[in-house]
Structure formats: C-alpha cells, structure tokens
C-alpha cells in the first residue's frame, strides 16, 4: 500500500481514489485537516514567513520611491501608482 498525503487545497478534489485506475488501488489518499498545512510542515510556515516579510519590505520601498520627492498622498501611491503588474513584480523579488 501506497499513501499518498494531500493538503485541503481546491486543486485536490475530494473521491481522487475513485478516479484512479485499477492498475493504482494500491494508493491511499489521505487529506491533511483544513487550515493545518502550515502547522505541519514548518518548512511551509518558514517559507510562507520570509515571503510575507520580503513581500512587505519591498511594498514599502516601491512606496517610498514613488513618493519620496513628490506631494503625492499614500492615497494617490494607492490609487495611481499601485497595480497588479507591479504587485507580480514584487512577487518576483520576494
């Protein structure tokens, strides 16, 4: 017999044993409980950490360089110099 381990997550649907073929019932599928991957695994929780912290660090600094030599609000950074490519950019150095 085979497990094979599975975190909650929406790309793991439930019944996968039902769908395997017959040449693969050895395998098990287990689910971890909702909302303990993190817990379990603290190379996951370190990770998603640092992320979360480089994330931030370089959020702050995009915000600081647009808005360092202007009259521009933190509002305005916001609302005009904030967007989802420059959110992947971030992504990308975190």
Not at 2 to 31: M, Q, S
Request: glycine residues 2%; hydrophobic residues 40%.
């Amino acid at each position: 017999m085979c497990v094979l381990l599975l975190d909650n997550a929406p790309a793991h649907p439930p019944g996968l044993e039902d769908d395997l073929l017959d040449e693969f019932k050895f395998i098990k599928i287990a689910y971890l409980p909702p909302n303990t991957t993190s817990t379990l695994q603290p190379m996951d929780q370190q990770v998603i950490s640092n992320f979360k912290k480089l994330f931030t660090k370089h959020l702050f600094k995009r915000c600081f360089e647009v808005t360092e030599n202007t009259n521009l609000t933190l509002r305005e950074f916001w609302k005009n110099h904030y967007n989802i490519v420059i959110s992947l950019k971030l992504i990308d150095i975190a």
